[in-house]
């Protein structure tokens, strides 16, 4: 399973690391073979919401070669689902397998045109927002459409990592990675 995480400009990083400590234990586990992830961005350096800057070591990569797409949110998502060379690159992964948001990343998949006739959810002060990009939006901490997971809040970045997780493997693994991060909160969907 090769995953981009999609990084940008003024981004919450607590939305990307939530999922990204979460579900990268997949591999380090080997509950899933070979397990492979990049970051990626439309530009070499982005600096989150707080001021803290991050390298970017694939620019603009044609996400159709990945199995998984990972979009965090930040008030900076508002504007960003207006930039038609942010949109047009996010769209090169129309085929990839899971597509994957929390908070207002959502509206980055949504300005896609991924979420079409799909349930979703984001930030709570954000669902009139993504409304129109949807069939419906779900006021829940996460929710499954299909092959589209999206996240709500902030901290609902680790539970969709964990829910991610399960769908994929198993009640078994999705403990496992619970005792690995010392995080007791998440219930299993099972």
Same mark, same amino acid.
């Given at each position: 399973?090769?995953?981009?995480?999609?990084?940008?400009?003024?981004?919450?990083?607590?939305?990307?690391? =939530?999922?990204?400590?979460?579900?990268?234990?997949?591999?380090?586990?080997?509950?899933?073979e070979n397990v492979s992830w990049d970051f990626c961005s439309?530009?070499?350096?982005?600096?989150?919401?707080?001021?803290?800057?991050?390298? *970017?070591?694939?620019?603009?990569?044609?996400?159709?070669? +990945?199995?998984?797409?990972?979009?965090?949110?930040?008030?900076?998502?508002?504007?960003?689902?207006?930039?038609?060379?942010? *949109?047009?690159?996010?769209?090169?992964?129309?085929?990839?397998?899971?597509?994957?948001?929390?908070?207002?990343?959502?509206?980055?998949?949504?300005?896609a045109g991924f979420l079409r006739g799909k349930k979703v959810t984001t930030n709570?002060?954000?669902?009139?927002?993504?409304?129109? +990009?949807?069939?419906?939006? *779900?006021?829940?901490?996460?929710?499954?459409?299909?092959?589209?997971?999206?996240?709500? =809040?902030?901290?609902?970045?680790?539970?969709?990592?964990? +829910?991610?997780?399960?769908?994929?493997?198993?009640?078994?693994?999705?403990?496992?990675?619970?005792?690995?991060?010392?995080?007791?909160?998440?219930?299993?969907?099972?």
């Amino acid at each position: 399973m090769k995953m981009a995480y999609i990084l940008f400009d003024k981004m919450t990083t607590l939305d990307f690391v =939530g999922f990204y400590e979460a579900v990268t234990w997949m591999g380090i586990l080997k509950a899933k073979e070979n397990v492979s992830w990049d970051f990626c961005s439309n530009k070499e350096q982005i600096t989150d919401d707080r001021g803290l800057t991050m390298k *970017i070591n694939h620019v603009c990569p044609d996400l159709s070669v +990945y199995d998984l797409i990972f979009i965090p949110g930040g008030l900076s998502t508002r504007e960003l689902r207006f930039d038609p060379d942010f *949109i047009s690159w996010i769209q090169t992964a129309e085929n990839v397998e899971y597509k994957i948001s929390v908070c207002t990343g959502a509206l980055i998949l949504g300005a896609a045109g991924f979420l079409r006739g799909k349930k979703v959810t984001t930030n709570p002060s954000a669902y009139e927002l993504l409304k129109p +990009y949807c069939a419906e939006v *779900i006021k829940k901490r996460f929710v499954r459409d299909g092959n589209i997971f999206t996240g709500g =809040g902030v901290s609902a970045s680790i539970d969709l990592g964990l +829910y991610f997780i399960e769908s994929l493997t198993s009640e078994a693994v999705v403990q496992q990675v619970q005792e690995k991060m010392d995080y007791p909160y998440y219930t299993s969907m099972r």
